[in-house]
């Protein structure tokens, strides 16, 4: 299967958080989307692996996308290696995504850098002749996507595109809370988090109110791009 857009996270639920409501807008286009989790988020404070899985399943159902895979890399260390980049590859290479989205180098977590130096690199290689890759015993032919862009996690960046979601926002904040084992429950008994503050979802809100009206809309999910980002005229822009 070809994809359009493959989305790469170090946990269940990175790609929910940062740009779903893009993936959203993509899918109702009548593109193809898949997401990779690096790991099962089995160093979380709160939920299990058992959990996240299911929790990931639901919400790749309300996202509409194609595919959805794990890679089970450990959470904590996500080490980019030659082993771990090759089964990076692969996946690229499997769907032929025309776009990838993952991390900014620079983040809190550091999974999340790894993420993204495992993600840019495997991009890079996916296109090489000569790292060979099988897939069912047969070899898979080099292809390496024609962009890759930078979603938003903990720590901001000076964006080069925002998307506006202000249409899909209520959609996408769903898809976030059906992660529920990670955020604020008054019941529970586990140790409090960053994501599990009873304030973590009107941050959310806040981010994404102030992207878009940083484009004149209601809400908007804010990307980064290494290379500059051409429109086809004056009147494709939003402001």
Known sequence: MKLDVLAIGAHPDDVELTCSG??????????????VDLTAGELGTRGSPEIRAEEAAEAAKLLGVSVRENLGLPDGNIEVNPTNRLRLIQLIRKYQPEVLLFP???????????????????????????IETRIDGKVQEPYRPRSYYHFMQSYEFV?????????????????????????????????????????????????????????????????????????????????
């Open 22 to 35: 893009t993936i959203i807008k993509i899918v109702k286009q009548g593109r193809k989307v898949g997401l």
């Open 104 to 130: 900014h180098w620079l983040e809190r977590h550091p999974d999340h850098e790894h993420a993204h130096r495992l993600s840019r690199e495997s991009w890079f290689y996916a296109g090489l002749e000569k």
């Open 159 to 239: 964006p080069t595109f925002i998307i506006d979601i202000s249409d899909v926002y209520e959609q996408r904040m769903d898809v976030v809370r059906t992660f529920k084992s990670q955020f604020y429950d008054p019941h529970s008994e586990e140790r409090e988090t960053f994501l599990s503050n009873p304030e973590f979802m009107e941050m959310l809100r806040t981010r994404f109110e102030y992207f878009g009206d940083r484009i004149g809309k209601k809400y908007g999910e804010p990307f980064y791009s290494v290379n500059m980002v051409g429109v086809t005229d004056l009147f494709s822009l939003t402001i």
